[in-house]
């Protein structure tokens, strides 16, 4: 197969940079697994530790403090020192942790743990600065879909596979497991992963203006938009099943609705992204998803069967999920390339201070006011994402073609 060079002389195989986007999306993949993986046998942790189900769940509540505290400070990273070493450190900082996991004692899980949190930023942010590099443009959102995808991949693998490995190989099996992937994770980035642009951008680029927030209009408002569209859909996961076993449904059957609700969003993600492409749109694009989105709130948690709730997650999914690879997109468009990890890893901190925000806001006012009202909070937050975009959407297209003709 013949070899393509691009702008800047670096020969690559065609079948290169879907390798290359194939282990990254591998490394995301791992970042849920390891971010959600005790969450559906949390009970089990608590009896056998001897902790209370809080402190069992610091397992989890980790990641997004970490990716509060380390998301931007692994954007400014990427821009001076690249996405390859980005990655290499993210991945072998979760090979080497997950080594600690498999130690039966709870407080060495929770350090193990807080590591790997800390390594997730350094594997999540590079999406939208790999993406770039290795594709063109005309495919950036397509791909970027792609891990969303993955990301979206990893939650379900997590929530299936992970109590499947604990029934059968026990918790110092399944944790074996999990360390010997990412282990195999890490060889292989160091091996295949490569880097077209030999330097950063920020490194290349000595000349150009400091990263500014300020005066960045469709940044700022992506930002916002990312605080409630992040911290309400988790909070919207995290307590539908507590919602739904107070009106009489199982376990299972709150499992089977997030089920629906990943699947929906996989399918989304691989639609919608090339859709906004297609349509050279993706503000229209993302306004048009959050109008259902917001609307689907309301049915999912009333839902008067399974089956109904079941639908309507799917809808929710199909519509929801995909806000994340279209906000990267514009956030990637947005910002000067030599600022696009910076302007990632803010993304992802202000995303997951929603999803801390947010959580805790809904089960302040579910228990105060009751479930419907908080529901209702979610539905007008949405509603607020909306009515900001609408107002910004002329000066965000205006931001985004000056910056485009600037490129």
Same mark, same amino acid.
């Given at each position: ?12 195989? @065609? ?113 939208? +600065? ?33 109590? =499947? ?54 940044? /700022?408002?992506? =930002? ?17 099943? +507590? ?48 109008? @259902? ?15 109904? &709730? ?5 809808? /929710? ?17 947005? +910002? ?33 006011? &009751?479930?419907?009202?908080? +529901?209702?909070?979610?539905? /007008? ?7 900001? /975009?609408?107002?910004?959407? @002329?000066?965000?297209?205006? *931001?985004?073609?000056? *910056?485009?003709?600037?490129?």
């Amino acid at each position: 197969m013949d070899a393509e060079a691009d702008m800047h002389g670096v020969k690559t195989l @065609p079948l290169q940079r879907w390798g290359i986007l194939a282990i990254f999306c591998a490394a995301l993949i791992m970042t849920q697994v390891f971010w959600y993986d005790f969450a559906p046998i949390l009970t089990y942790v608590s009896g056998h530790y001897g902790v209370s189900e809080l402190s069992a769940s610091l397992l989890i509540l980790v990641f997004p403090v970490m990716s509060i505290l380390v998301s931007a400070l692994a954007g400014g990273f990427i821009d001076h020192r690249g996405y390859r070493l980005s990655l290499l450190i993210g991945t072998g900082l979760m090979a080497a942790c997950s080594l600690l996991r498999v130690i039966d004692n709870f407080w060495l899980l929770v350090l193990a743990q807080t590591g790997i949190a800390v390594a997730v930023p350094f594997v999540v942010t590079p999406i939208t +600065v790999l993406v770039s590099d290795w594709f063109d443009a005309r495919d950036e959102a397509k791909v970027t879909g792609i891990c969303a995808i993955a990301i979206f991949a990893g939650l379900a693998l997590a929530m299936m596979v992970s109590p =499947l490995l604990f029934t059968s190989f026990r918790l110092a099996g399944s944790m074996a497991i999990h360390a010997a992937a990412a282990f195999l994770l890490f060889l292989l980035t160091y091996l295949f992963v490569r880097q077209r642009q030999y330097q950063a951008p920020a490194t290349q680029a000595t000349a150009q203006a400091p990263f500014k927030i300020k005066g960045n209009i469709t940044l /700022l408002v992506i =930002l916002v938009a990312s605080f409630l569209i992040q911290g309400c859909f988790n909070a919207a996961t995290t307590w539908l099943e +507590v919602v739904w076993s107070a009106r009489g449904f199982g376990i299972d059957d709150a499992g089977l609705a997030m089920a629906a609700v990943v699947a929906g969003g996989i399918i989304g993600a691989m639609i919608i992204p090339a859709l906004a492409t297609r349509a050279g749109n993706t503000l229209g694009v993302m306004i048009i998803c959050l109008m @259902p989105s917001a609307l689907l709130l309301y049915p999912l948690f009333s839902a008067g069967s399974a089956a109904w &709730g079941i639908a309507c997650g799917a809808l /929710l999914g199909f519509f929801w999920l995909p806000l994340l690879p279209l906000s990267l997109t514009v956030i990637d468009e947005a +910002v000067p390339k030599a600022h696009a990890g910076m302007a990632a890893g803010l993304f992802w901190t202000v995303g997951n201070a929603g999803v801390l925000a947010m959580t805790v806001l809904f089960e302040r006012i579910k228990n105060i006011l &009751g479930w419907q009202q908080a +529901v209702v909070m979610l539905i /007008l937050c949405m509603a607020a994402v909306l009515c900001v /975009l609408l107002r910004f959407a @002329p000066a965000m297209r205006r *931001h985004l073609f000056i *910056h485009s003709r600037e490129a």
